[in-house]
């Protein structure tokens, strides 16, 4: 099975848009999204970027896991473009998404292949991974990312309106703070979170920092569905407002 393919269709690319916001076509997609995958496996023990070197591994918890979420964030764009007065191509040109904290390049490159009128800014500390990320751009002749190489406390004050992160660890009213102030007015924190219980318990620990959030279930293919599998996981999205 080509996990990455069906996992991509599962997830509606082959449909070429959400809510309007064109995608990649799914076979330049799956082609530029295997060559991601091949500078993983080959600086992965150098930069020191995933936990695995198994190729359906990396598809399925790195690359669908980060593309599951790529419908609700078109859904999010929509709403900021419709709701900027302009017409709705150019407000998507100027619509500005961060990957917060991208290390190897997740989830913003996967998104930033599959939208292509979308502009995303991949935001790292460390050096050595900002160079990669350089390099893969390159590679894979993106023009619509730059590489931002910064902590997220020193990142100018409302220029984003949407931040995305994969947010392994839980969140603290600091750092939850300190990304609120990194967007735009009606700007987003968009997380990736696993399982809706410790989510709850985490959001009532930030209710000072972030009082407006909502949850929204991801389905990621060959990850989450089955829970007769070991490894089946709970995926989730935690929106929240500034």
């Known amino acids: 099975m080509d996990y990455l393919v069906e996992g991509l269709k599962e997830i509606g690319f082959e449909k070429g848009d ?10 330049e997609l799956t082609h ?7 500078l993983l496996l080959e600086f992965n023990a150098k ?14 918890r790195h690359i669908l896991d980060s593309l599951s979420a790529a419908p609700k964030i078109a859904k999010l764009c929509q709403g900021i473009a419709l709701s900027s007065g302009m017409d709705f191509p150019l ?9 917060i904290g991208s290390g190897a390049g997740l989830p913003g490159i ?9 502009n995303f800014t991949l935001a790292e500390r460390m050096s050595k991974r900002c160079n990669f990320l350089e390099h893969c751009i390159n590679q894979l002749e993106l023009v619509n990312v730059n590489v931002l190489e910064n902590q997220a406390e020193r990142l100018q004050q409302g220029i984003f309106d949407l ?3 994969r947010a392994f660890r839980p969140l603290e009213k600091k750092m939850t703070k300190v990304l609120r102030r ?14 809706l219980e410790k989510i709850h318990e985490e959001m009532e620990l930030l ?30 999205l935690v929106i929240m407002e500034k």
């Open 18 to 27: 959400f809510f309007g916001i064109q995608t990649l076509n799914i076979k």
């Open 32 to 38: 530029k999204i295997n060559l991601y995958i091949d």
């Open 47 to 60: 930069f020191d970027l995933i936990n695995t070197d198994d190729r359906n591994q990396i598809i399925i």
């Open 91 to 99: 407000a998507l040109a100027n619509i500005a998404i961060a990957d």
């Open 110 to 118: 996967p998104l930033a292949i599959a939208f292509p009128k979308l």
């Open 163 to 165: 931040c995305v992160f």
């Open 182 to 195: 990194i967007l735009k007015s009606g700007g987003k924190l968009v997380a990736y979170k696993a399982k």
């Open 207 to 236: 209710k000072d920092a972030a009082p407006k959030y909502t949850v929204e279930n991801l389905i990621v293919p060959f990850l989450t569905q089955d829970s007769q599998e070991e490894d089946a996981r709970e995926r989730n």
